[in-house]
C-alpha cells in the first residue's frame, strides 16, 4: 500500500501524458491525411481492374498500375496493352467514354535458323547454360557470330510458356497461339535476333548475319548472302525487300506477303509463316505444346 502511494502519483501523470500525446498525434495524423492524402480517380481503378495483371511491361511502362495511371493521365494510348489484346482496350475505351483505334495484333519471330544440321560451333562451351553468360566467352560458342546460342534463356525467360526448345533443332520455337508479344524474349536475348512483328506480316527475312556471303557460306548453310535476288523478284514498286549491309530486309509498311522472295531465296533464309499460320488455326492450341 506504501509503494503504491508513493508511485501512484507518477502512474496517474504518466497516463495523462500519454493520453495528452496520443490526442495530439491523432489530431496531426487527422489533418495530414486530410491535407496530403492523394485522390485516386476512380477510372484508374477500374482500368487496372480490366487489365491482365501480366505486368509485363510490353506497353512500355513498370506494370499494370503504372500503365493505368498514365491512361488517366492522358499519358498512354488505350491500345497498348498487348495480353488483353484488343478486347482489354475496348474495354478501357468504355471506361474512359472514347473510342480505342484498333490494336494490331502481333507475335515474336526468331530470325535465326541456324540449327544442328546448318552450322557448326568454333569450341565446345561447359560455363553456366545461358544465352546472356555464352555471349560473353568470345561472343558464344557458334561459328555464325550472330547466331542463336540455344541454351534456351528467352524460354526460361517467357512469362507465358509460349516457347519451347525444339530437340531436333537445336533452337527456340514460338508457340504463337500463347505468345502475346510482351518482348520479353527479345529483351532477355544477347544476339538481338527475337522481334516483336505484326502478325498479318509473314514474310520475314530469318538471318542476322551481316558479314559478306563468302564468310557466311563458311558458317551456316542458310545465312543470307546479299545476292539481291529477292529485291529483283519483288512485284511491289521499289521493292519491299532492301539489301543493307550484306543483309536483306522486309519492308514491314509495303510487303504484301506474297511470298515470292522466299521462292527465289538460293539459300532459304527468308521465311513465309503463312501456311504455318493458316495450320495452327486449324489445330488445337494444346498441339503446339505437345
Known sequence: MMVWEQIGPYVGSAWVVLGVLAVVFGAVLALANRFFSV?????????????PKANCGACGYGGCAAYAEAIVLGKADCNLCLPGGAETAVQIGK???????????????????????NTVDRFRYVGERDC????????????????????????????????????????????????????????????NIIEILPRDRYVHVLCRNQDPGKVVRQVCRV???????????CPVEGSAVHVTGNLAAVDMETCISCGKCAQECPVACIGNFRQLRRDAKKRPPAADAA
Open 39 to 51: 485522390v485516386v480517380d476512380p477510372r484508374q481503378e477500374a482500368i487496372e481492374e480490366a487489365l
Open 95 to 117: 471506361i474512359l467514354g472514347i473510342a480505342v483505334a484498333g490494336l494490331i495484333p502481333k507475335v515474336a519471330v526468331i530470325k535465326c535458323q541456324g540449327s544442328y544440321a
Open 132 to 191: 546472356r553468360a555464352a555471349a560473353a566467352t568470345q561472343w558464344g560458342q557458334t561459328a555464325c557470330p550472330y547466331a542463336c546460342l540455344g541454351f534456351g534463356t528467352c524460354v526460361r525467360a517467357c512469362p507465358f510458356d509460349a516457347m519451347v526448345m525444339d530437340s531436333e533443332t537445336g533452337l527456340p520455337r514460338v508457340l504463337e497461339d500463347r505468345c502475346v508479344a510482351c518482348g520479353t524474349c527479345a529483351e532477355v536475348c544477347p544476339k
Open 223 to 233: 545465312g543470307c548472302i546479299a545476292c539481291h535476288k529477292c529485291e529483283k523478284v
